[in-house]
T-cell receptor, first 117, second 110 residues
Framework: KAGVTQTPRYLIKTRGQQVTLSCSPI?????VSWYQQTPGQGLQFLFE???????NKGNFPGRFSGRQFSNSRSEMNVSTLELGDSALYLC????????????????FGSGTRLTVV | DAKTTQPNSMESNEEEPVHLPCNHS???????IHWYRQLPSQGPEYVIH???SNVNNRMASLAIAEDRKSSTLILHRATLRDAAVYYC???????????FGPGTRLSVLP
């Protein structure tokens, strides 16, 4: 079966711009989580969506937002980009919330590498 | 904050067993212990998880201490493709999402 698909794979943006990243979960998976990975901070949880509703949010400023569509695909948006937003953004899907950490596991995509210049 | 402690790096020879330790002294009774690994240029991938009993799957074994304050991921025969960062993960205090630590970078020598 197809894995988690993230697009684009690479992105270069200028400070002050905004960016939208896309994630298509595994077919049948309804929960989508987003993580930011940087060399200094490692993997940090951004937010989780289920049934088009944000269930949880990590400790990130309001410039980071997301949404989920009825087909479970998700997008995340970062407005007013800063140099520190340069990172690998990872999306992970699971059947439903809770099962990701309890048992069935999350399936991660390969990520979108965002560079802010 | 991460609830687990792992060595920063470990080295192994190819085709030898590898034991990757993890301390999680503040684990709660209902926390599952998860292991993921991240190969270069990829997202993390699921390896194994467990609650109390030792677990085996095609990728690895997970040995959990009786008091559950530590666990060990066992790769029975390391291959070059096993070179990755291995994360031992617990859920956050609300049981909602993973809290990743820095993980252990495993190098496998030919």
């Amino acid at each position: 079966k197809a894995g988690v698909t993230q697009t684009p794979r690479y992105l270069i943006k200028t400070r002050g711009q905004q960016v939208t990243l896309s994630c298509s979960p595994i077919s049948g998976h309804r929960s989508v989580s987003w993580y930011q990975q940087t060399p200094g901070q490692g993997l940090q949880f951004l937010f989780e969506y289920f049934s088009e509703t944000q269930r949880n949010k990590g400790n990130f400023p309001g410039r980071f937002s997301g949404r989920q569509f009825s087909n479970s695909r998700s997008e995340m948006n970062v407005s007013t980009l800063e140099l520190g937003d340069s990172a690998l953004y990872l999306c992970a899907s699971s059947l439903v919330p809770g099962t990701g950490w309890q048992g069935d596991g999350y399936t991660f995509g390969s990520g979108t590498r965002l560079t802010v210049v | 904050d991460a609830k687990t402690t792992q060595p920063n790096s470990m080295e192994s020879n190819e085709e030898e067993p590898v034991h990757l330790p993890c301390n999680h002294s503040t684990i709660s009774g209902t926390d599952y212990i998860h292991w993921y690994r991240q190969l270069p240029s990829q997202g993390p991938e699921y390896v194994i998880h467990g609650l109390t009993s030792n677990v085996n799957n095609r990728m690895a074994s997970l040995a959990i201490a009786e008091d559950r304050k530590s666990s060990t991921l066992i790769l029975h025969r390391a291959t070059l493709r096993d070179a990755a960062v291995y994360y031992c993960i617990l859920p956050d205090n609300y049981g909602q999402n993973f809290v990743f630590g820095p993980g252990t970078r495993l190098s496998v020598l030919p």
